[in-house]
């Protein structure tokens, strides 16, 4: 049974950082061929993708982010990771991990991150 687990949200002034941690296990094929994706759902909103990571490495960014989060994966640790900087409070949103193939897709449970003085 796949498991994705988020951590690392939580509450953080405007211009912070956080660091949020997705762990995946019990995954058929190897957490390398998936496709890890961030994504991100404020209150009254639609789920929005805000990162993606290829299994080759590549990255893409939703517009809004870009320059300020980076994603990363240590495929060793069938982890991914979303660093966030200089945080808005429109970044205020529960975040959620997705690991996808072409067959496939799984969700976490989500990481509630608050941005507020």
């Known amino acids: 049974q796949v498991h994705l687990v988020e951590s690392g949200g939580g509450l953080v002034q405007p211009g912070g950082s956080l660091r949020l941690s997705c762990a995946a296990s019990?995954?058929?094929?190897?957490?390398?061929?998936?496709?890890m994706e961030w994504y991100r759902q404020a209150p009254g909103k639609q789920r929005e993708l805000v990162a993606s990571?290829?299994?080759?490495?590549?990255?893409n960014y939703a517009d809004s982010v870009k320059g300020r989060f980076a994603i990363s994966r240590d495929n060793g640790k069938n982890t991914v990771y979303l660093g966030m900087n200089s945080l808005k409070p429109e970044d205020t949103a529960v975040y959620y991990c997705?690991?996808?193939?072409?067959?496939?897709?799984?969700w976490g449970q989500g990481t509630q991150v608050t941005v507020s003085s």
């Open positions: 019990g995954f058929t094929f190897s957490f390398s061929n998936y496709v």
């Open positions: 997705r690991a996808r193939t072409s067959f496939n897709s799984y």
């Open positions: 990571i290829a299994s080759g490495g590549i990255t």
